[in-house]
C-alpha cells in the first residue's frame, strides 16, 4: 500500500528549481480503524512530522487511502489552539452527527 513508517522523509519538488527537497520526517503514525463505506474500504491515519529545515517546527498530516490506494491528504500546519477551536466550533454546529460518514467497520 505504499504507507509512511517513522523516519521517512517526505519530499515536495521546489515550484522554482523543479528539484525535490526533503520537508519533513515522519515522527510518529497513527493508523485509525478500517472503516466500510459506499465507495469501498476506507484506511485512515495521521503523521506527526518534524520540519526538516526548522527543528521543532511540526505538521500533522491526515492521509487516507481508499480500496489499498492512497486517496488524498490534508496537512494542518497550525498551533494545537487553532485545531481544538475548529473541533470545539464543528462539535458546536453538529456537523459530526450529520449523515454521510462510513459507519460501519469491517474486520
Known amino acids: 500500500m505504499g504507507r509512511r513508517q517513522v523516519g521517512d522523509v517526505r519530499y515536495f519538488k521546489d515550484p522554482r528549481t523543479k528539484k525535490k527537497v526533503p520537508v519533513s520526517r515522519i515522527v510518529e503514525v497513527v493508523r485509525g480503524?478500517?472503516?466500510?463505506?459506499d465507495w469501498g474500504v476506507y484506511d485512515f491515519?495521521?503523521?506527526?512530522?518534524?520540519d526538516c529545515s526548522t527543528q521543532g517546527i511540526h505538521y500533522i498530516s491526515f492521509p487516507y487511502y481508499r480500496n489499498?490506494?492512497?486517496?488524498?491528504?490534508t496537512t494542518?500546519?497550525?498551533?494545537?489552539?487553532?485545531?481544538?477551536d475548529l473541533i470545539r466550533q464543528i462539535t458546536r454546529r453538529g456537523w459530526l452527527r450529520l449523515a454521510g460518514w462510513p459507519v460501519s467497520r469491517s474486520p
Open 68 to 73: 489499498g490506494r492512497f486517496a488524498g491528504q
Open 33 to 37: 480503524p478500517r472503516v466500510s463505506g
Open 76 to 84: 494542518l500546519r497550525a498551533p494545537p489552539r487553532a485545531v481544538q
Open 45 to 50: 491515519e495521521a503523521w506527526l512530522e518534524e
